[in-house]
């Protein structure tokens, strides 16, 4: 199944005009005139997204109309069309700060040292829009913002001003120059520098690059290090390894590369954490992030690097608006930093990034998550002792190590607020007759993890492998618990009245990104979390009404335990425990016509003349039974197409610390 965000009408092939329908017309209805010659016409209902590709001068605009899966192609007058701009491919994300500049009101400078004036404005900027940052980024941990808005912070402007090597203090001085200036300074040699500090390498020689419509020859790379030397040989040995990573393969070709100090922590009074602050403080003086980060336009690169791209977008506006008044504007050059320092290793709260894929009626949430190992047994925490176990057949392929960093994908199929069946559910219950219904809600999640093994992306769709033992009265809860912990994860719900075995929400943040049309884009929306009240239980007597309805032919037994001669082969059990594939023994018991495995989901027994086979996952009896799943099974798939630029995933591990 697809999972990039695409567009919700038509295929990548469609080019053309962005438009929207104002109103039904069908050139068929009493009344309506087509000039006679125009062939095909094609009927558009009013809301309907449509692309044209060309008007003539009759007022007509030859349209793509997508309906379903299938499309139409043919005239529609222009009057009943809005139309917007041409289709842009791929669309950008554009997150709601974008939108909204972070305004920080403040004056044009008149001072001549403009290097220290934009460190000092840029630091108080920061403590000024503490809310407005901790809102565009809700990874932030509580270290980063112990040094982001350390009660201090304002004056860390001058500290970083204080530390920089006075001949670059010179060259940047007046804000007008070309980082290549910088090479006037010594490079890194076996004796210089002996002190932690900060450096940049400029490459150059290497092509050129692209980002947008511009085109670089000169590339830059900030990075802290308290041993110079050994960074220097770490960095060289990436390239000459042929790290995979964009910043490497660069480096690779680069002719020619120099790596400067342009700041010494020295015996200057710092404050804790000073090399981050001042790494920090070069990544934004430069601009110096990976191009990629700034125009987000992969839904999957960004659900699973959402705070990589918050960073980037948040401090490179904020660090604009303050250039603007300072005239800091040094000229700008191809950027290679992954991570935002401070921000590197983050482990806030955690966010999905979702958006709805229309083709297959799906909401699609991403987000990176660490896998754990307790000896052999492989699964990822949900909260306290709540985890989701990863198959053991999934672990023995993938051999995932402790802390090493998944992806994981729920997927939610939905239309127009109706939970649909999921073919790969990750509760393999009966999918529409349960509990009460929110619980039955969870016949629409599945949960898929992708990774990256060996240059080759991964996945595997998490199917429980065993139900629950009867032997374990609130097995089915703890079931229910950690299935409904995603699903009100990612669908931010929150109950009223809810009964004590179900987890508290966690604070998690859900990023939609909602399809603009017209604008042709993706707009990042936080989604709202909803309080509903916890639904009554179905009752027995209501859940037998269910299955009558469902079930009424002369195949199917609801309730009481058909008389000998029904099943062609003698059967003892119940549908529920004949088509577990186990060992299961049904406890039939006549008081309330429903056994051990029934009962729990409030549901009689059902006893149907059929193979084992025909309850299966979207087979015709799978609402009577345990669904095994002979499609997926949790096998291992290699992904035709990665989820997403591999080089982003690479570019994450390419990172030098120490
Ligand atoms: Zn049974
Ligand atoms: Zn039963």
Redesign the pocket.
Known sequence: MASQATPVSGSSEVKGLACVALQDWDPRAPGVQVPSGLNPTVAVRSGDYVWVYRVNNLGFGYTHVVCRGTHKRGWVPLSVLKRGVQRVDPLPIEFPSTARPINIMQSQSTSSNVLQETLRRFWSAIQNQQSAIEGSIPGLTAKAKSLLFHRSAAAYGDVVYRCILPQARDIMATGSFHPNDLRALPSVSSSYPKEPGVYIILYGDFGERRAGPRVYTVAIYVGQTVAFQKRKTSHRMRAENEDTSQHYRLAARAGETKMIPILLQGQNAVPSGFLDIAEFSFVCLFRSWFSGLFTPVDSNALGAYVTEFQACSTFSQLIDQVAANTRWAPTGIYGLNWNTPILRNVGGNRQWTCWYHEADDMFIYRTRWLARRNGKIAFFRLRGEDHIHIPDHIQEVANFQHEQPIHVVIEVRKREGEYLVHPIRYCRLPPYIGRNPELEKLRSLAIKVEWLDGGVWKHSYLNRTGIWAPSESDALLHYYRRCLFLFCDVEQITYTNAPGWLPPRSPTQVNFLRYDHLNQKHVVEVVAPRTIPWPHDRTMQQNTQRLHQMFPGPDTVIGRRPPRGFFIKARA??????SEFKD?V???DENDNS????RPLNRP?TWSRANVEEFGQEQALEELGIAFNARAAGNVHVMPVPPFDPSIEEEEHAELEG
């Open positions: 059990k119940c549908d529920m425990c004949f299961v049904c406890k039939f056994c051990e495995h029934c027994c």
